[in-house]
């Protein structure tokens, strides 16, 4: 399981070694799998309308679009909104609030499950390990409503756990308001994230684990390695190479990481802190109707997370001789 | 001797350490649920960590006897069978299909697949997508953008082609049709993967609340249960408890708290009983799609 690691995401071309095989002509082929075409096709359509119709909606971008004249009859008005864009603080501080949550939310969940993983795989009883696994994959299947349900109830100045323990055991005086505070937003989305997902994260990295060569452990056994020892020099060292290309591929996801949770965590008073891209442009669409503004948010996060994507993809391969997708 | 006592020491540590996190994990829950159980104007006094204190099924019985959230609670399961069904119905035939070494449009399809994963026209463009295809306020909103989702067939695709070739070959070559070869023989021996994308499926669209908020929030008749709980959640619980008649209602309208805990605990539930039994197949299942040879 190891070597088969190496290319995590899998690729379309690698399968294609095909045997070479008699030239059919097109109409012979359509017939001969006909049955194929109609298990793909309508769904592959149904992929198309959903992922690549919307980027013909990009063109508002360009165009002061407005719901009742459409694309096909908005006026067009050059680059003015991205030249708005660039000039808009309040895009610069949505930019930097993604970029942060999502390079916080990168090195606490990838450092959580590697070292969760290695406390699990140094586990010996099985019922115990098998049991903290169930338990921690459980909040990755919970949806972010309730787990800011459970948040918020824990928080809460009025009644809430985690205020009354602190005011009983005498750390705070008073309850605080912690979901009101803007500068501990990203702190308490990021552990919210590690919460939900540290569990589930240790999955792959487990897998590895177990696919590394006892031998390895036993002759570190003869040699009277210890526990720490064989943890560094042996599991470590078999979990970096995949591990730092997971991390690499992730790097290039940073800007995409997701607007739910914070949406759902975020309120008036945190909003500086709290809104993404996504929602800034959804706010700036439903709000103020000015939906060409929010397209043009919607397109620099889309361009610019390929551009991120290629770039860490290309560097990837580089490294790692190895093709991510 | 030394050694002995430093692994001693460190199983210690591991042991408390996981157990901590194996209880952090669990104490929300358990919270939540006690909550739920207790008293509302009890609950106000604080207090209520593992059980509850003045049991009641008070809350329960209100969020049920609620007309809105049960019709949310059943429109939720509809979505939920109906969009499984249908999900793991087509991206089992898309799989299968990318899964065929012989099938000619095999790689230009696939390239069409795995660009979604890169490119999307993101939030806004694809809200007025919804809008001209007139699926605002339409259950099929639920169901349509969902029904494949690339990341899934990538995963059984994978799962399919390390299948033996032979077992397919024979069939074929017995004059069996793709549709016979899929459902006679390949699913046959396919259980784990289907049960991890049955999973995933199934959670991604009872979990799911941001579709109803934006596509179909103003159609009362499509509110979800999901949706229902942000809602409490963001603003109070006038708006979901009516006064049917309880005494405590209006102690439960004014100290949502208790309400709260009960929706969550019956939005929460269903997947911690289903979850368990499918543990087993998507482990299995992730590790095979995630790490292709």
Avoid at chain 1, 183 to 205: D, P, Q, R, S
Avoid at chain 1, 267 to 283: K, P, Q
Wanted: with cysteine; charged share 15%.
């Amino acid at each position: 399981m190891a070597d088969t690691a190496k290319s995590l995401v899998p690729s379309q071309t690698e399968a294609i070694r095909r045997k070479p095989r008699r030239k059919q002509s097109l109409g012979g082929l359509i017939a001969s799998q006909h049955q194929l075409l109609i298990m793909s096709i309508p769904f592959v359509l149904i992929v198309i309308l959903f992922s690549y119709v919307p980027l013909w909606g990009w063109i508002m971008a360009f165009q002061k679009y407005t719901l009742g004249k459409g694309i096909l009859h908005s006026p067009f008005v050059g680059l003015d909104n991205f030249k708005l864009l660039f000039k808009d603080q309040q895009f610069y501080h949505v930019l930097r609030n993604t970029l942060v949550m999502g390079v916080l939310n990168l090195i606490v969940s990838f450092v959580g499950a590697i070292a969760l993983a290695l406390l699990l795989n140094e586990v010996r009883a099985r019922f115990f390990k098998r049991t903290i696994q169930t338990i921690t994959y459980i909040p990755h299947f919970v949806s972010w409503v309730v787990i800011a349900n459970i948040v918020t109830q824990l928080l809460s100045p009025d009644g809430g756990t985690l205020n009354q323990i602190l005011v009983q055991v005498g750390i705070l005086n008073d309850p605080y308001y912690f979901m009101s505070n803007p500068k501990l937003f990203w702190v308490i989305h990021t552990i919210a994230n590690l919460w939900k997902e540290v569990g589930w994260n240790t999955i792959i990295y487990l897998a590895i684990l177990g696919g590394l060569n006892p031998e390895h452990y036993e002759a570190a056994e003869v040699d009277g390695a210890s526990r720490w020892a064989k943890m560094r020099y042996i599991s470590i060292p078999g979990l970096m190479p995949t591990a730092i290309l997971l991390l690499i591929i992730s790097v290039g996801w940073i800007i995409q990481s997701g607007y739910e949770s914070q949406f759902l965590l975020g309120n008036a008073m945190t909003i500086d802190y709290s809104e993404v891209l996504d929602l800034y442009a959804l706010r700036y669409s439903q709000q103020l109707g000015d939906y060409s503004y929010g397209v043009a948010i919607s397109m620099f996060k889309s361009v610019v997370s390929v551009l991120m994507v290629l770039g860490v993809n290309y560097l990837a391969r580089k490294t790692n001789q190895s093709r991510l997708f | 001797m030394n050694r002995a006592r430093g692994n001693y020491a460190f199983n210690t540590f591991n042991y408390v350490l996981l157990a901590l996190l194996g209880f952090a994990t669990v104490f929300p829950f358990l919270n939540l649920l006690a909550i739920s159980l207790n008293d509302t104007l009890d609950t106000m006094r604080g207090g209520i960590y593992f059980l509850p204190r003045k049991w009641t099924l008070l809350n329960y019985e209100i969020i049920f006897r609620e007309n809105g959230l049960l019709m949310a609670g059943v429109r939720s399961v509809i979505r939920t069978v109906l969009g499984t069904t249908l999900g793991l119905f087509c991206t089992t035939l898309l799989a299968y299909a990318l899964s065929r070494k012989e099938f000619f449009l095999r790689k230009q399809l696939n390239v069409v697949l795995v660009l979604t994963m890169y490119i999307n026209g993101g939030l806004i463009p694809t809200y007025l997508l919804i809008r001209n295809l007139h699926l605002m306020n339409h259950f099929a909103v639920y169901i349509l953008p969902l029904l494949i989702s690339v990341y899934n067939v990538i995963i059984m695709r994978s799962y399919f082609e390390q299948l033996p070739d032979g077992i397919t070959e024979s069939a074929k070559i017995d004059g069996a049709s793709d549709f016979q070869v899929l459902f006679r023989i390949v699913l046959q021996i396919s259980l784990p993967v289907l049960s991890t994308i049955a999973l995933f499926i199934a959670v991604g669209h009872w979990n799911s609340w941001f579709d109803n908020y934006l596509y179909a929030s103003r159609n009362q008749n499509l509110s979800l249960l999901q949706y229902t709980l942000q809602k409490v959640l963001i603003q109070s619980a006038n708006e979901i408890v009516s006064d049917n008649g309880h005494a405590n209602v209006q102690a439960i309208r004014n100290n949502p708290e208790s309400i709260r805990a009960a929706i969550t605990m019956v939005v929460t539930l269903p997947i911690l009983f289903v979850y368990p039994f499918l543990q087993k197949y998507f482990v299995k299942g992730i590790t095979i799609g995630a790490m292709k040879e």
